[in-house]
């Protein structure tokens, strides 16, 4: 019986906070998966280890000092850049798991967020308002020991030589472009399956936007479909690294080489993943962050910051940031008034230090969707995210998909059971209204209008607990299996 199969590991609910659950009678763990269970051999556990020792492909190498040509790719050998979800999810030996049937009234579950940044936000709290409080009575806000303590940590953290803080991830690809020098007339490629502010930066430089499609597999931009686009007008590329996975880089990179394009890495879901061994952000020209709260490197308020290992475009941007001005009051360009306030520096350089953990916990949870997809066999229905041998995923989002059009159903019986999900990104940036001059027809984008079709972003937050992604998979395999059974009746 399809309804039969197995969804909650009960080794694993009983890891964390879900200690009291294993402590349950046989009668009430029935009543909390509202129906009959019976077990079968599943090893969470070391499906766990095992995807953390096969995917983790960290090396300690500082990129040094590059100039526009960039640094020669690192000697390790391109793997491909696929892993099936069959390979991270091929190691299971035995253990116990609960199975619930999913005929019967649905039991009642508490909410599961989408996000909440509170949970891991608590353990630095002391020591952020006691740093507020000194620069509160001080009264230095702007700029000072603060910001450059940020941007050092920033700027080793990212393996660049130079981390220029602004105001946002959106000014951060402002700026970047600014400093590339790009004026109307010129054209950028970038995906249509990213963030609004990826494109919005080009255009506002006057500009024009080129989409490019994106792998199906990675949902990062196809370096194939780039090389395609390239004309006398192309003056850039923005890769994006999206949900927390590198793109392709060794292809862009050769990309732009050979046709001498600026490299500027759109780094905002990304801070800390990694290609080949080396950090986003320190592969390409410029790399653009973001500091929105919801970021892996969230902060407190908005902020952003560049990284770039070219002294002159470091300088560049930094002037960029602070009104074109040169010397004091000294104008040789019109910039942009982009600064990080120093309470939101002083706050994400304590924050800092957690970012390893933060990373670790995400690929933790990630590790355990998997097998727990894997449990109750929606891995073979589902399109589940894969982490390529040569990247280091940091799992911004963690994104499936939902295929036979049957996603906004999915998202609706989520939200009915209280399970945040989130769709990033319905619409493709190529068929937005105000870039609707650039003439993207429907189907011209095929990877990207399918993705924004498909894609749902489950909960992946540091913080999350065992039971409540125990409850994300749970509800996800009860919604699949109720909409199957009215379709199939229907
Ligand atoms: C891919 C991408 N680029 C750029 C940005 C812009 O960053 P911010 O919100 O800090 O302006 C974001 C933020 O959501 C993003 O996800």
Same mark, same amino acid.
């Given at each position: 019986m399809d309804g039969a199969l197995g969804y909650l590991s009960r080794s694993a609910v009983g890891r964390q906070d879900g200690t009291r659950l294993e402590k349950m009678s046989k009668a009430s763990l029935d009543r909390f998966l509202g129906g009959a269970y019976r077990t079968v051999g599943v090893g969470l556990r070391s499906v766990a280890r095992g995807f953390a020792t096969q995917v983790d492909l960290r090396t300690e190498r500082f990129a040094g000092g590059k100039t526009k040509?960039?640094?020669?790719? @690192?000697?390790t050998p391109a793997a491909p850049h696929s892993t099936s979800a069959a390979q991270l999810t091929a190691f299971a030996p035995n253990s116990t798991i609960a199975v619930p049937q999913t005929s019967g009234t649905p039991a009642p579950m508490a909410a599961v967020p989408?996000?909440?940044?509170?949970r891991t936000n608590a353990e630095i709290r002391d020591e952020v308002l006691q740093l507020w409080a000194q620069i509160y009575d001080q009264g230095g806000f702007i700029g000072g020991p603060h910001v450059k303590n940020l941007e050092a940590e920033l700027a080793r953290v990212c393996e660049s030589r130079h981390a220029i803080a602004c105001a946002s991830g959106s000014d951060a690809l402002v700026l970047a472009l600014m400093a590339a020098g790009i004026e109307p007339g010129d054209e950028v490629i970038c995906p249509a399956?990213?963030?609004f502010a990826t494109a919005s930066a080009v255009w506002r430089l006057g500009a024009t936007p080129v989409f490019a499609d994106i792998d199906p597999l990675t949902f990062n931009m196809d370096p194939v479909h780039v090389r395609s686009l390239i004309n006398n007008h192309t003056k850039a590329i923005i890769p994006v690294h999206l949900f927390g996975l590198a793109c392709d880089m060794s292809a862009f990179r050769e990309i732009c080489e050979t046709e001498d394009l600026w490299l500027i890495e759109d780094c905002a879901q990304s801070i800390g993943a990694r290609f080949q061994g080396q950090a986003v952000g320190s592969i390409g020209d410029i790399g653009c962050f973001s500091f929105y709260p919801s970021k892996n490197l969230g902060g407190f308020g908005d902020g952003g910051f560049m990284t770039a290992n070219d002294d002159q475009v470091a300088a560049q941007l930094r002037i960029f940031a602070n009104h074109?001005?040169?010397?004091?009051?000294?104008?040789e360009y019109v910039g942009l008034n982009s600064r990080l306030d120093s309470l939101q520096a002083a706050a994400l350089w304590i924050k800092c230090r957690q970012l390893d953990s933060l990373a670790e916990q995400r690929r933790a949870n990630v590790a355990r969707y998997q097998a727990l997809f894997a449990d109750c066999k929606l891995d073979s229905v589902l399109g589940l995210p894969t982490e390529p041998a040569n990247c280091f995923h940091v799992w911004n989002q963690y994104t499936i998909r939902i295929p036979d059009g049957r996603r906004d159903e999915i998202k609706a019986a989520l939200a009915e059971r209280k399970i945040g999900a989130a769709v990033y990104? @319905?619409?493709?940036l190529s068929r937005q209204r105000c870039f609707a001059s650039l003439g993207y027809p429907e189907g011209s984008l095929p990877h990207t209008e399918r993705a924004c079709g498909e894609v749902l972003s489950l909960p992946v937050f540091p913080g999350l607990t065992h039971s409540e992604q125990d409850r994300v998979v749970a509800s996800l395999h009860e919604a699949w299996h109720s909409q199957s059974r009215l379709r199939a009746a229907g």
């Open positions: 040509s960039m640094s020669p790719s @690192p000697s989408l996000l909440d940044v509170t399956f990213t963030f074109g001005m040169t010397e004091t009051y000294r104008h990104y @319905p619409t493709p």
